[in-house]
């Protein structure tokens, strides 16, 4: 068996402690890039919590928006908040109600809460109904970012089975749409909420208007 003289063995010591070397730095270089690749993905995380996509809303196109992105999107969400404000029930009403107002400005609490108490008073007395049909197409506007959303319809309120009235009312949002967050997830904020009485209508034969359909691009 041949032996390795000393020069040999120190040039085999030196490519060893090289190689490790090698290694050592190879490695060192890989737990960089994988450090700047998990802040960097913490980054982007963080950025997605603050700037939540809105989730559609019922009867928008199947699948996920960022806020704000689609003429389509923005009425639909209007059409939805408005079901919460108009389509009522002694079992829903406080719900519904308190849902509506998560979406609403500050500066337009006051008048709607000041209505909100008159109206489940109403509602739980009279174990009432609130139903609306419209029978127009609705209308969103775009101003430069505050959108004016109205539609003109029918507003049949029962108490249990019993007709009480049903008039026909235009409703109109002011709203902008904005960054969403946990307690409002569709980035809307609304301006304003007004309710106008148009005048009473015989019942309706075909109730069969889905607000989904009637939007008028």
């Not at 019922?58 to 404000?85: K, S």
Request: hydrophobic share 45%.
């Amino acid at each position: 068996m041949a032996t390795l003289s000393l020069h040999d063995l120190l040039l085999a010591v030196k490519r060893a402690a090289a190689l490790q070397w090698l290694a050592t730095a190879l490695l060192g270089l890989l737990c960089v890039a994988l450090t700047v690749l998990c802040f960097r993905q913490a980054s982007e995380l963080a950025w997605l919590a603050r700037h939540r996509p809105v989730h559609v809303v019922p009867g928008a196109a199947e699948g996920v928006y960022a806020p704000g992105i689609t003429r389509h999107n923005i009425a639909n969400a209007a059409r939805y908040l408005l079901g919460l404000a108009v389509d009522l029930t002694p079992a829903t009403a406080s719900r519904r109600l308190q849902e509506f107002e998560r979406y609403l400005d500050p500066v337009a609490l006051p008048v709607f809460r000041a209505e909100r108490d008159r109206l489940l008073k109403e509602i739980e007395a009279q174990q009432q109904s609130r139903t609306f049909y419209p029978d127009s197409p609705d209308e969103l506007i775009d101003d430069e970012g505050l959108y004016g959303y109205t539609v003109r319809g029918r507003w049949e309120i029962r108490s249990g089975s019993l007709p009480m009235s049903e008039e026909r009312h235009a409703f109109t949002m002011r709203f902008r749409v904005g960054t969403a967050d946990e307690t409002n997830p569709y980035g809307v904020r609304i301006l304003a909420f007004e309710v106008q009485r148009l005048g009473a209508v015989p019942l309706p034969a075909d109730r069969s208007v889905r607000r989904e359909e009637s939007f008028r691009d």
